[in-house]
């Protein structure tokens, strides 16, 4: 990576930004398998599953374990996990909506139900890595926000009655609690829920799944990009570059990238989100910040960090930048933002002062798939052969096993005619989020956003006339 221009950037931040890597930590990972080839002319299935990520593999895994008989293909453009799924910072979360304040503001009906099966869900990921000795660095950390401005300790107070009655025991800690936790001048107040989020491994979470998939049968061809899709008498059949595959059935789990149903277009837009990691710290360092916990940290601001250790003692820090591009922009280089990269490194160092010195040895960026609502829709086309899931916003890593299932459920894989389930009855599940405005319009509308997000968190939380109203309808953007 190409260090940040000094005459604007401090010395500090360049000399740690100076030999960082513009590539994913997780993705450079000795365990990474080698590619599979695509597929090879034509070719039939029962379920073809377009998606590589965890949204796909989970479908094409639990697909398998209803009905071991399946023929099931998975086809993904690049490799499988390269996307969010090989990107992000390995928070495996409990929650299905994005956190209990999104979730209760849409479904209040459904809260107690839906933290149910978030934890149902959360639990079941962890026995399906035992089951098929799935290495992705599960550690039951769980995750604690921080409040590193006055008006953020109320924000917490009030996330912590919230969790009380939904039968969650958060600890809420103030300053000096906090900071016998993690040693930062900057905070003044925490939120520690010691349940609800796992630290994982992101790529290697992948890479495993898809070895179990495979061990059950399931063949993944990658760089098999998917263009299009029709129906062909009773089956569906996907056309690309390499061949066709017709499936009776199909999971659409792309995520960011441009879905091969227009109607679902409307619904998403890609934000690059941004992540580095250091050098593995001495022991010195560590003691320096404490950190024996080694919970998941976030800030309470909406332009919010997310960070963690990873398993050799390094600082992944990411968050803050949410960035759009005009016209769903995406491509190699918007991977890559100096900018980011140093405004990140500034906020670090202001979080961390006694590590003055550490360097930086990836910095990369990514692509979330986001909606109005900040949690995933779902829907079918084709008379029911084909489903899709997306709008994760960032906290995919465990809701998109719960959207597989949703999913099958809406294929009726290993149900009967008919038949619906839990899932299938959630409002959540039965509605969709209010559609994007097309351009310019939506380009306009989330730079606006984005500004008065920014300017609230400088103005003590108070939120403009255009943050209420667009809270007012349930709309935003998360970063």
Not at 226 to 249: F, I, Q
Not at 267 to 272: A, C, I, K, M
Not at 399 to 406: K, N, Y
Not at 414 to 423: D, I, V
Request: aromatic residues 10%.
């Amino acid at each position: 990576m190409k260090a940040p221009d000094s005459a604007t950037v401090p010395d500090d931040v360049a000399k740690a930004l100076a030999d960082a890597e513009p590539v994913p930590y997780w993705l450079a990972d000795a365990a990474r398998p080698e590619p599979e080839p695509p597929p090879a002319g034509d070719q039939v299935c029962d379920l073809a599953v377009v998606g590589g990520g965890y949204s796909g593999l989970w479908t094409a895994l639990l697909a398998k374990e209803r009905d071991p008989s399946l023929d099931v293909v998975v086809l993904e453009a690049g490799r499988v996990g390269s996307a969010a799924s090989g990107r992000n910072g390995g928070f495996c979360a409990a929650s299905l909506t994005h956190g209990l304040e999104n979730g209760s503001g849409r479904w209040p009906d459904e809260m107690h139900q839906l933290e149910r099966l978030g934890w149902d869900n959360l639990r079941a990921i962890g026995t399906t890595l035992t089951r098929y000795g799935i290495d992705a660095e599960w550690d039951p950390t769980g995750e604690m926000t921080v409040a590193t401005r006055e008006w953020q300790v109320p924000l917490l107070e009030r996330e912590a009655e919230k969790a009380y009655e939904l039968g969650w025991e958060p600890i809420l800690l103030g300053p000096d609690a906090v900071r016998r936790e993690v040693a930062s001048p900057t905070y003044l107040a925490g939120l520690w829920d010691r349940d609800a989020v796992v630290m994982v491994h992101p790529a290697k979470l992948a890479f495993g799944l898809a070895a179990a998939c495979r061990a059950l049968g399931v063949r993944i061809h990658e760089n098999a990009r998917v263009t299009g899709v029709r129906s062909d008498a009773r089956r569906l059949r996907l056309s690309g570059a390499h061949g066709s595959v017709t499936a009776r059935r199909v999971a659409l789990a792309t995520g960011a990238f441009p879905p091969l149903l227009r109607r679902m277009r409307s619904f998403l837009v890609p934000v690059y989100d941004y992540a580095m990691v250091t050098e593995p710290l001495s022991p010195a360092q560590h003691d320096a910040i404490g950190w024996k916990h080694r919970q998941g940290l976030g800030d309470a601001g909406n332009q919010f960090h997310y960070y963690r250790l990873t398993a050799d003692d390094r600082i992944l820090w990411g968050g803050y930048d949410a960035v759009y591009h005009y016209g769903n922009g995406m491509c190699r280089d918007l991977e890559n933002r100096p900018a980011t990269f140093a405004a990140l490194a500034r906020h670090f160092f202001d979080t961390f002062p006694q590590l003055e010195g550490v360097r930086f040895t990836h910095a990369w960026g990514g692509v979330i798939d986001t909606c109005s609502r900040f949690c995933a829709f779902y829907g079918t086309a084709f008379d029911r052969r084909l489903a899709y899931a997306a709008g994760y916003t960032g906290l995919g890593v465990g809701a998109t096993r719960f959207g597989a299932d949703v999913m099958l459920d809406l294929l009726r894989v290993g149900l009967a005619p008919g038949e619906e389930t839990e899932r299938t009855r959630l409002a959540m599940v039965r509605s969709k989020p209010v559609p994007f405005p097309p351009e310019p319009i939506r380009y306009g509308v989330i730079a606006l956003t984005r500004r008065e997000m920014a300017r609230a968190d400088r103005n003590d939380g108070r939120r403009g006339l255009w943050l209420r109203a667009l809270d007012r309808f349930g709309l935003g953007f998360d970063s």
